[in-house]
């Protein structure tokens, strides 16, 4: 984990992964605004996490394994079974979804 973070809870550790990865409407100065006024981040976790912001829009995280915890990224690989079904293997953990 970065050591900027380790003084958050696990609560405010999953708002910030929440915001970072599902708020696609607020700009990174509102962003940067509610970690600072609501989370009481420090100024300095606040820009961390805001700079972490454009991995989160574009990559897909297990909860958990996000940025802030490990660097590991999971994949989704689509196959396409004889039934036509779509399903998504996780390479991570060999499992079929």
Do not use: C
């Amino acid at each position: 984990m970065n050591p900027i973070f380790n003084n958050l809870t696990q609560e405010i550790l999953e708002n910030i992964e929440d915001q970072l990865a599902n708020n696609e409407v607020s700009t990174n100065e509102e962003l940067w605004d509610f970690f600072v006024e609501e989370l009481e981040m420090t100024a300095e976790q606040a820009d961390a996490a805001v700079a972490l912001r454009h991995k989160y829009l574009g990559q897909i995280f297990s909860l958990g394994t996000a940025l802030y915890f490990k660097t590991r990224r999971y994949r989704l690989t689509r196959t396409i079974k004889r039934s036509n079904r779509i399903t998504f293997y996780f390479p991570s953990n060999n499992t079929y979804s």
